[in-house]
T-cell receptor, first 113, second 114 residues
């Protein structure tokens, strides 16, 4: 099992550009999450999904969109990138809701200049 | 929005010393998790506590959930350089269905010097 994989690992965007962060899991997990981690801070939830076709906002959803057409993939879309979106983005998945274990990917480091 | 305050934010100690990291909130949590994160990697779950007053041990690590389920602590005995990393606590909202949503503390950066 590869677990949770994320691409790209690093990316630099110019203000106003758009991009999609990819996330895939091969554990047949129902729940998937997107977090962002700013320097010296914990993780903040952006969006989450409880199954294919079902997504909902987390704590900091503004400027992002998600879709989940299959169990395996949960891409995060950034429209009109802003410097405030400079962060490390983590995707995670779990089979069930809490207190089940969430498995995290290695992260995508995004810089918006 | 629930808040989790972790302290201390930074901890630099010598190998063999003991340490405690605290995680406090004014909110009640259904469960609380502790993660360890190394540079360039995602967090990895260490433990989940779900019952008020619960104590769990993982080798030299001892985790405690407060009786009122508002706070937690992580105690490391005889710290080793391999314990170096960022330690995060994260809580599950006790009100209603959480759908797996976690609130994270800001983290404690632990450095253990040989």
């Amino acid at each position: 099992n590869a677990g949770v994989t994320q691409t790209p690992k690093f990316r630099i965007l110019k203000i106003g550009q758009s991009m999609t962060l990819q996330c895939a899991q091969d554990m047949n997990h129902n729940y998937m999450y997107w977090y962002r981690q700013d320097p010296g801070m914990g993780l903040k939830l952006i969006y989450y999904s409880v199954g294919a076709g079902i997504t909902d906002k987390g704590e900091v959803p503004n400027g992002y969109n998600v879709s989940r057409s299959t169990t395996e993939y949960f891409p995060l879309r950034l429209e009109l990138a802003a410097p405030s979106q400079t962060s490390v983005y983590f995707c995670a998945s779990s089979y069930e809701s809490l207190p089940d274990t969430q498995y995290f990917g290695p992260g995508t480091r995004l810089t918006v200049l | 929005t629930q808040l989790l305050e972790q302290s201390p934010q930074f901890l630099s100690i010598q190998e063999g010393e003991n340490l405690t990291v605290y995680c406090n909130s004014s909110s009640v949590f259904s469960s609380l998790q502790w993660y360890r994160q190394e540079p360039g990697e995602g967090p990895v779950l260490l433990v989940t506590v779900v019952t008020g007053g619960e104590v769990k041990k993982l080798k030299r690590l001892t985790f405690q959930f407060g009786d009122a389920r508002k706070d937690s602590s992580l105690h490391i005995t005889a710290a080793q350089p391999g314990d170096t990393g960022l330690y995060l606590c994260a809580g599950e909202d006790a009100g209603g269905t959480s759908y797996g949503k976690l609130t994270f503390g800001q983290g404690t950066i632990l450095t253990v010097h040989p």
